[in-house]
């Protein structure tokens, strides 16, 4: 028999009748003569409410406590869950994560998972059960209940299907699926049928939040196919991700905006081996991401550096940039959050000359200037003003979905 893994996220499990449904859904995919593991989210912002609640009480918010705090949302969802699946006749095995055989580092609230012992819900399977496991946690080799990082309920089910060779992962949440730009933005955005992992990871790293991306990097590494679909329309066939060959034709199969991007510029510094160095360093040894950097042309011996980070390390990153820039003798030193990012996503591009030209007459068709360009195999991003992302978004949308049909 076929075992599926299938994931419900916060939003589908956040009151008593959605659970109800979604044991309904559950018993059928059963009934359809299949082994069925569940994995669940805490319901709806849970997750949310218990980091609050912990600020108030211990604003440093220490890790091995939070964890446990944290763990406790899932494990609401388990209960409820299996009791709904036991109204409707079957039986249904709950798990923690840490029963679920779940061995992580001891790198709390964002813990990896080294090795999983899936006897215990093989076991389950086996008497005929649907077995269901807290999302998000683990067990560290200290024995401490440890959690996956937010959205680690994917990674989850991703990592209990590569263990026990299920047939097919299916992640439910409140969408349809993933679409060629954010249909809230883009109305005239299609849902996409089939993906590769490398294209879902650009995505997620250029602002579209589909699924957490160590999710998506473990399925790739273990050649994990999943789906991700609608929880409440029955119909919906959603999304197909796995491993996928270069296909003639499409060159883009997605674009996105994210503005949660800043731009530090350290002006005037000394054109000589060694500052680039200096700086990316520094902000390494901090943990900052640094995403596109360009250098202009060095005017005797001297440079401008522009580089961008997160918004949320802006500050950090800004305070580094001062240190060591003032350390190189540099003129000046900026910050800009007046920025933001676009960029077109698909593997087809690798073989499909001319697309980043097409990019830049799209943006010049509707006057968006660009400040900073940054390209791989199979992305293009350029940064913009703010107030230019949406008609970029749109007119880029345009040019490489609409009029390719
Ligand atoms: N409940 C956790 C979170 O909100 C894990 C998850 O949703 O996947 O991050
Ligand atoms: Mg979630």
Request: with cysteine; hydrophobic share 40%; aromatic share 6%.
């Amino acid at each position: 028999m076929d075992i599926i893994v299938q994931k419900y996220g916060g939003s589908s499990l956040s009151d008593t009748e959605k659970i109800k449904f979604v044991a309904r859904r559950i018993v059928e995919t059963k009934k359809k003569g299949y082994k069925v593991v569940v994995v669940v989210s805490a319901m709806g912002k849970t997750t949310d409410n218990l980091i609050n609640l912990a600020k108030k009480i211990n604003p440093s918010l220490p890790e091995r406590e939070l964890d446990l705090l944290l763990s406790t949302g899932e494990m609401v969802s388990v209960a409820l869950l299996c009791m709904a699946i036991e109204t409707l006749g079957e039986e249904a095995e709950g798990f923690p994560g840490y029963f679920a055989g779940i061995k992580t580092d001891n790198f709390h609230t964002k813990a990896r998972i080294q090795r999983i012992n899936p006897g215990k819900i093989m076991q389950e399977l086996d008497k005929d059960k649907i077995v269901v496991v807290a999302g998000f946690q683990g067990i560290s080799s200290e024995n401490a209940i440890t959690t996956l990082g937010r959205g680690g309920s994917d990674l989850t089910a991703i990592a209990i299907a590569a263990a026990i060779k299920a047939k097919l992962c299916e992640i439910y949440t409140d969408v349809e699926g993933v679409f060629t730009a954010d249909p809230n933005r883009v109305k005239e955005a299609r849902l996409i049928k089939e993906i590769s992992y490398d294209e879902l990871l650009e995505m997620a790293s250029t602002g579209a939040k589909v699924m957490q991306s160590r999710a998506v990097e473990f399925a790739k590494k273990y050649k994990v196919p999943f789906v991700v679909k609608p929880t409440f329309n029955k119909k919906g066939e959603g999304t197909m991700v796995k491993e996928m060959e270069v296909k003639e034709g499409a060159d883009v199969s997605s674009v996105s905006i994210d503005e949660n991007q800043a731009k530090i510029t350290i002006f005037r510094i000394p054109d000589k081996p060694g500052v680039a160095a200096e700086i990316f360093t520094a902000l390494g040894k901090e943990n900052i991401n640094v995403d596109m950097i360009i250098q202009n042309v060095s005017k005797q011996h001297y440079a401008d550096v522009s580089f961008t980070v997160n918004i949320n390390e802006l500050d950090k990153a800004f305070e580094l940039s001062k240190k060591v820039g003032e350390k190189l003798g540099a003129e000046n030193i900026e910050k800009d959050t007046d920025i933001c990012k676009i960029s077109i996503i698909g593997v087809g591009m690798m073989n499909h000359p001319g697309v980043a030209g097409r990019m830049f007459s799209a943006l010049a068709k509707v006057g968006v200037n660009i400040e900073m360009i940054s390209t791989s195999e199979i992305k293009i991003s350029c940064i913009v003003k703010k107030e230019d992302g949406e008609k970029a978004l749109k007119q880029v949308h345009k040019e490489f979905i609409e009029n390719n049909i």
